[in-house]
Structures are given as structure tokens and as C-alpha cells.
Nanobody, 116 residues
């Protein structure tokens, strides 16, 4: 059974930093690209960042470029999103996501709140 479990997150002041992690199980983690997706209050889903299976290539939505870093540790089946210089509009539920050829899996999400 595929499982994605997010952790970390919480409340931080504008300009602060947070780290969210995702632990994966039930599939060959090191064989697949992974993504982070977020949903802000009252808004739709937004793709945030993606990383290839080996961790050598990452991409980001323009809004987070230079502030967020996605990484992975295939030995630990772990996906990480380091978030720096956080802004109030980064407030959202952050989801770990994987797309297989015939199915998509999501974690339950983790809340990140940026507020003074």
C-alpha cells in the first residue's frame, strides 16, 4: 500500500524558515519523481516544486524560486522541502504527491502558517 506521510510545518513569522518532510512507503521511492503541492485557504491546488528520481534535477514555481529547496534521500524514502524567507501568502496545506502511470497518491497534508 502506497503511503505518504508529511511532517514538520507549523506557525512561523514572516521572513522565517520551516522544513516539511514526507516519508514514503509501499513503492520503490527511488524510481519516481516526487512533487510538493499546496492549497492556500479558499484557493485551488498549486504545484510548488518537483524533483527527479535521483535528486539531480529540481524545479519550482516562480513564486518560491530562490526561497524554497526540494531534496530527497532515497536511502531513507524521504522527501524534504526547506522553506526560507516565508511570506504570509505561503500559508497553505502542503501535500507530498506522486503520480504513477495509472494512479496518483497524496499525503494527508501538513499546515504551514506564516503570520506575525
Amino acid at each position: 500500500e502506497v503511503q505518504l506521510v508529511e511532517s514538520g510545518g507549523g506557525l512561523v513569522q514572516p521572513g522565517g524558515s520551516l522544513r516539511v518532510s514526507c516519508t514514503a512507503s509501499g513503492f520503490s521511492f527511488g524510481s519516481y519523481s516526487m512533487t510538493w503541492i499546496r492549497q492556500a485557504p479558499g484557493k485551488g491546488l498549486e504545484w510548488v516544486a518537483g524533483i527527479n528520481s535521483g535528486g539531480s534535477k529540481a524545479d519550482y514555481t516562480d513564486d518560491v524560486k530562490g526561497r524554497f529547496t526540494i531534496s530527497r534521500d532515497n536511502s531513507q524514502n524521504a522527501l524534504v522541502l526547506e522553506m526560507n524567507n516565508l511570506r504570509p501568502n505561503d500559508t497553505a496545506v502542503y501535500y507530498c504527491n506522486i503520480v504513477f502511470p495509472s494512479s496518483t497518491y497524496w499525503g494527508k497534508g501538513i499546515q504551514v502558517t506564516v503570520s506575525s
